[in-house]
């Protein structure tokens, strides 16, 4: 069915300046889309929450202009309201005057850029506004993360190894350095994403500041391991896009902030297919949450979806199979396995005689509770070899304690 043109509004706030400064954006021009929207036709209103060490103009000029031309282009017309000021504090507010002021405003949709200031609130936000009903004068429909992601709290089950974590050795007599009973770090579950909001992640493959390996493991934990959720938290990867990419208009000549400057890499495609590419998914998200599109009519589902899968397997085996990190797959101090740690043992015993070979497997244990403290007998927390009982076979079990370590020059 033909999507009918709507009213967005973009609404824009960070913490530059204060809450009275303001800007009205009208639609932006596109080819063959409708200058406006019909009258009575239904409206949104979209909050957009950006980095607060950039300037609100330039995300106005650039990302929010972008969003609006894709709009249009599927026949969409979009005001963008920019406004700056206290989130917390003027949000409902400002909400509820655009509300009065444009009319017909029945969907209510968020979308952030970057992990400092955006991303975290605008997580925030919604989580706040499922918890508080009335909070804001509408829902939350959606919320759009570019350069960001849903942070490991959203998932219930690092949420309790958080917890768990804090509980230390107490020292004995016997242990005066402090022992931990079996089992006391255990959490492991489905690893799966629970959060009240349809969430899109949008990662550049290129980005210094938001790593390409933390969007694999929100891929991995919202897409693989919870497919049936795949419309309602997709992940997409642009290959090419680094973090300064979407911070301007396409024609700036502005300098990122030293933030991004310091960690950032090149970027290998134009700002303008950058803004168009994200602004495009953004578009296609919102669409397909309200009901007017299918998945199978958008290039976020049939095209973006599909070649970050593709794009982020090589990632996924090297973090899942190959170390079994504990972010991607929910394994704990008692529960997984690590396929490094098996290929070990078998460089350590190689070669073996001819006609031999391995039976190998790796489990994960806690062997040593803190730093400093030895790692004492705990049962079965020991490698083993043995002759298996398939003539020519070697069986080894071999033990690994997942942790990670900050490695710094000498």
Known sequence: APIRPSLLLLLLLSSLAPASARFLLAPAPSAGAAAGAEAGSDAALLVFIGRSDVAPEDYRDGLVRAVQSEMLSRGLAAWALVAQGDL?????????????????????????????????QAQELALKAAAQPGYLPLPVSSLSLVAGFLTRTQRPDVAACLEKKKLKP???????????????????????????????????????????????????????LSPSDATRFPVVVVPGLNHASLLFPANSSSE??????????????????????????????????????RPSET???????????????PVNEA?????GNWFFTGYDD?????????????????????????NLRNEFHLLTDEEKIPPYYRHRHRP????????????????????FIELKPA
């Open 88 to 120: 917390q504090k003027g949000l409902p507010e400002a909400v509820e005057r655009a509300i009065d002021e444009h009319g017909n405003i029945t969907q209510l949709h968020l979308l952030a850029h970057s992990m400092a200031d955006g991303g975290v």
């Open 170 to 224: 107490h020292p004995t007599f016997r242990y005066p350095l402090g022992y931990l009973e079996d089992g006391v770090h255990n959490c492991y579950g489905p690893n799966t994403v629970s959060f009240p909001t349809p969430t899109l992640t949008i990662g550049g493959s290129l980005d210094g500041v938001v790593r390409v390996t933390r969007i694999a493991e929100a891929h991995y934990t919202q897409a693989v």
């Open 256 to 293: 990122p902030p030293s933030a991004v400057l310091d960690t950032d890499l090149r970027a290998e495609i134009s700002r303008q297919d950058a803004l168009r590419t994200a602004a495009g998914a953004v578009s296609d998200f919102i669409l397909v949450t309200t009901g007017g599109a």
């Open 299 to 313: 290039d976020l589902f049939e095209k973006m979806v599909p070649n970050t899968s593709e794009q982020l397997s």
């Open 319 to 323: 973090f899942v199979e190959m170390e």
């Open 334 to 358: 008692e529960n997984g396995t690590s396929g490094w740690a098996a290929r070990a043992q078998e460089m350590m015993a190689d070669p073996l005689p001819s006609k031999w070979d391995w």
């Open 384 to 403: 083993n070899v043995t002759v298996s009982s398939k003539p020519g076979y070697l069986d080894g079990i071999t033990v690994a304690q997942l942790r």
